[in-house]
């Protein structure tokens, strides 16, 4: 994946925070980094431990708010506000 040697940890770290937040679309991903969805899908299943790409792609596939033509118009932010962060590739505790 070419696009992957351009970014740094940090932002390989956003990258996967984003795909991992219910509410981003890929399409935002797309307009901050550059990187088309199969593109994440690779970074993802590069940069994540096997079953945890699985636990993913299996949250992701078919969720109408990580694509932004199928989401309902009133959804209008990117993350939630319940949602945790993600540090490290970690989700962080409370």
Request: proline content about 1%; charged content about 35%; hydrophobic content about 35%.
């Amino acid at each position: 994946m070419k696009k992957k040697l351009e970014l740094n940890e940090i932002q390989i770290d956003r990258v996967i925070e984003m795909a991992w937040e219910d509410r981003t679309p890929f399409d935002a991903i797309l307009m901050q980094f550059g990187l088309k969805e199969q593109e994440v899908i690779t970074l993802m299943r590069t940069e994540m431990k096997a079953s945890s790409f699985k636990m993913w792609r299996a949250r992701v596939q078919g969720r109408k708010t990580k694509h932004s033509k199928s989401r309902s118009e009133t959804v209008d932010r990117f993350k939630c506000t319940r949602q945790r962060n993600i540090n490290n590739n970690k989700i962080s505790k409370r």
